[in-house]
């Protein structure tokens, strides 16, 4: 009695269900899928015939969208008409950080999934299959049940956990030759079919020996045992930048050295001014209120050190840069190449690049950004969420010393320092010598992602800091 699926919904168009269905729709022609959601400007973005208006940038998705938008992929604000029509629906909304009552600033908000789950109990009038796509706390498919089972109106849900593990910037290919595919779902014979018909969806291009089949609890846990895994290679890694710096090792060697052996691999070995983007720190805290929920105080505290370790890199970087300038930066011209979480992306959640500018504007530096990807608007939207309550006087000084270039060349232009904050490509390819030509001298650079030549720059006359390096 497998369920073969032919209409597909997803509730949320951000940056995983976007893609995410794209990539379904490009690889399914035969099923009709349709993303809903309710921020209707992002609806228009996604239905824009310009292509590069897409609420995304995401190397490769625009040609995905070009492809089956229109053919069997419809981006749409009628929620209660997508689910009514889908026998499988996707759930990926987002799921931040709670900012309130209990569990605050630690636990996921879960308010937009039950919302979600609300939705789809009170319009369905068939069987449906749900699948959490969103990144959630281990046993929220049994509260989504208890939702989604009590109407009473006669529709029976299976509830499937299939987190996604695709990382920005590279979004289209992880998703079109994914590592695995992890599908979790209950051990009854009801809940394995709807496991055998999300399997039938992906088979149609990745190899069944690569979709690996869980119980459900143990799906949800994976997702945070992944995130909590990477970002602890990252905060590991920059914890030894600190040390290299104070002994004249070079964290590029030993992440090669290290890497080397096969038990550690050498991916995500990248020294950096700290790990950003919406998940990482948002996934760690909420297993570490897990953990302390379920009265494991030791495994809590071993988790949330690695948000300690990145809290202390990006610190360490904004300090660096105002001790070098001889202990304050005040009314000095900083330039920031990058101010996105990563390259190849436009997302700039919970990028190091904030926290660095919020330190040292405290220290009342005048910060000059230029990102090939980053909006100007974005840019203020995210000072001002971790600077000062909108409108007081402290913003509008604090917003006096910002100011958003489109030219990388004039944000540099009689710059005191630069400090490199994203590794886009193009900041490999600038003329430098123009720039040093252009800078107060001496001319300071800090390199927060080891993305520019060292030997090339100091042979101009840059005074380079890196990440671990002595
Ligand atoms: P996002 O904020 O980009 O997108 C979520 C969208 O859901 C928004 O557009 C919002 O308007 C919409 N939405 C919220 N409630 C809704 C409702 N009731 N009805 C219809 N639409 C609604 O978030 P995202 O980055 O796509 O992340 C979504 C989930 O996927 C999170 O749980 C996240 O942890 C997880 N995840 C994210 C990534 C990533 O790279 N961003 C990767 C893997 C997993
Ligand atoms: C990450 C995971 O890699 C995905 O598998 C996961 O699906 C996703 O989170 C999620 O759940 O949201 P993402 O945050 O998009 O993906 O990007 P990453 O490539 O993981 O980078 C995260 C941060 O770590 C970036 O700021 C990046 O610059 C930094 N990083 C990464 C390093 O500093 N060094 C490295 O070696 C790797």
């Not at 919904?9 to 309710?38: E, F, L, N, R, S």
């Not at 929220?140 to 089972?149: C, F, Q």
Request: hydrophobic fraction near 40%; charged fraction near 25%; glycine fraction near 6%.
């Amino acid at each position: 009695k497998v369920k073969t699926i032919t209409n597909i919904c997803c509730i949320g168009a951000g940056y995983v269900g976007g893609p995410t269905m794209a990539v379904i729709a490009q690889k399914c022609p035969h099923i009709k899928v349709t993303v809903v959601d309710v921020n209707e400007q992002r609806i228009a973005d996604w239905n824009d015939a310009d292509l590069n208006k897409l609420p995304i940038y995401e190397p490769g998705l625009a040609d995905v969208v070009a492809e089956a938008r229109g053919r069997n992929l419809f981006f749409s604000t009628d929620v209660d008409q997508a689910i009514d029509e889908a026998q499988m629906i996707f759930i990926s909304v987002n799921t931040p950080t709670k900012t309130y009552g209990v569990g605050k600033g630690m636990a996921a908000d879960l308010k937009y999934i039950e919302l979600c789950a609300r939705q789809i109990a009170k319009v369905s009038k068939d069987d449906k299959i749900i699948v959490e796509k969103s990144t959630l706390p281990v046993r929220t498919a049994e509260a989504l049940s208890t939702i989604l089972n009590s109407t009473g109106n006669g529709a029976n849900f299976d509830i499937l956990s299939s987190p996604e593990f695709l990382a920005e910037g590279t979004a289209i290919s992880d998703l079109q030759k994914p590592d695995r595919i992890l599908i979790g779902g209950d051990e009854t014979e009801k809940g394995q079919s709807a496991i055998k018909s999300l399997v039938a969806v992906y088979e149609n291009w990745v190899p069944r020996e690569n979709i690996i089949t869980t119980r459900v609890w143990s799906s949800e846990l994976s997702k945070l045992t992944a995130n909590a895994f990477l970002a602890q290679r990252v905060s590991s890694i920059n914890a030894i930048s600190a040390l290299c710096e104070k002994t004249g090792a070079d964290v590029d060697e030993i992440s090669r050295a290290i890497g080397a052996d096969s038990r550690i691999g050498s991916k995500f070995l990248k020294s950096s001014v700290g790990f950003g983007g919406s998940c990482f720190q948002k996934d760690i805290l909420n297993l570490v209120y897990l953990c302390r929920h379920f009265n494991l105080p030791e495994v809590a505290d071993y988790w949330e050190q690695v948000i300690k370790m990145n809290d202390y890199q990006k610190h360490r970087f904004a300090k660096n840069i105002i001790d070098t300038l001889f202990n304050t930066v005040s009314g000095k011209k900083i330039a920031f190449l990058g101010w996105a979480f990563k390259k190849d992306t436009n997302d700039t959640r919970e990028s190091a690049a904030i926290y660095v500018a919020k330190e040292l504007l405290e220290d009342r530096a005048e910060i000059h950004i230029y990102d090939p990807k980053v909006s100007k608007e974005q840019i203020f939207a995210d000072l001002k969420s971790v600077c000062h309550p909108e409108g007081s006087e402290a913003t509008k000084d604090l917003f006096k010393n910002v100011i958003v270039h489109k030219d990388p060349y004039t944000a540099m232009q009689s710059a005191h320092a630069i400090a490199i904050l994203t590794e886009w490509d193009e900041f490999k390819t600038y003329d430098w010598n123009k720039v040093y030509d252009e800078m107060l001298k001496p001319a300071f650079l800090f390199d927060g992602r080891n993305v520019v030549s060292n030997e090339e720059l100091e042979k101009i006359g840059f005074q380079v800091y890196n990440i671990g390096k002595g």
